[in-house]
C-alpha cells in the first residue's frame, strides 16, 4: 500500500504561482512513478504531469507545458509540481497519483490521493 497525502493548493489570481506537494507514505516511493492529474467540476479527470522512477523523465500535458513543472525529493519521499503563470481555467481539484510506470491515463496508476483544491481567479 502506498499512502498519499497532497497540499499545497490554494486561491490564486491569475498570473500566479503555487506549488502543489504530495507526501508518500508505506511501500517505496522510488519504486512508482508519479503523476499529478485534475479534475474540474463538471470535467472528466486529466491528466498534468508525470515523472519516472528515477527523475530522469517527465512528460506534461500541452496545456500546461512551459507552465508547471514536475519534480521529485527521494530523500523527502515527495513529489512536487510548480505551477507558475496560472490561468483560470487551471482551476481544479488536483490528484497525485502513483503507478508502476510513465503513464498518460487513470488506469495506469494504482494509488490515488484525496486531492488538493486549486482556485484561480481572472
Known amino acids: 500500500q502506498v499512502k498519499l497525502v497532497e497540499s499545497g493548493g490554494g486561491l490564486v489570481q491569475a498570473g500566479g504561482s503555487l506549488r502543489l506537494s504530495c507526501a508518500a507514505s508505506g511501500r517505496t516511493f522510488s519504486s512508482y512513478a508519479m503523476g499529478w492529474f485534475r479534475q474540474a467540476p463538471g470535467k472528466e479527470r486529466e491528466f498534468v504531469a508525470v515523472i519516472n522512477l528515477s527523475g530522469g523523465t517527465a512528460k506534461s500535458a500541452d496545456s500546461v507545458k512551459g507552465r508547471f513543472t514536475i519534480s521529485r525529493a527521494y530523500a523527502q519521499n515527495t513529489v512536487y509540481l510548480q505551477m507558475n503563470s496560472l490561468k483560470p481555467e487551471d482551476t481544479a481539484v488536483y490528484y497525485c497519483?502513483?503507478?508502476?510506470?510513465?503513464?498518460?491515463?487513470?488506469?495506469?496508476?494504482?494509488?490515488w490521493g484525496q486531492g488538493t483544491q486549486v482556485t484561480v481567479s481572472s
Open positions: 497519483a502513483a503507478g508502476r510506470q510513465i503513464g498518460l491515463f487513470r488506469y495506469e496508476y494504482d494509488y
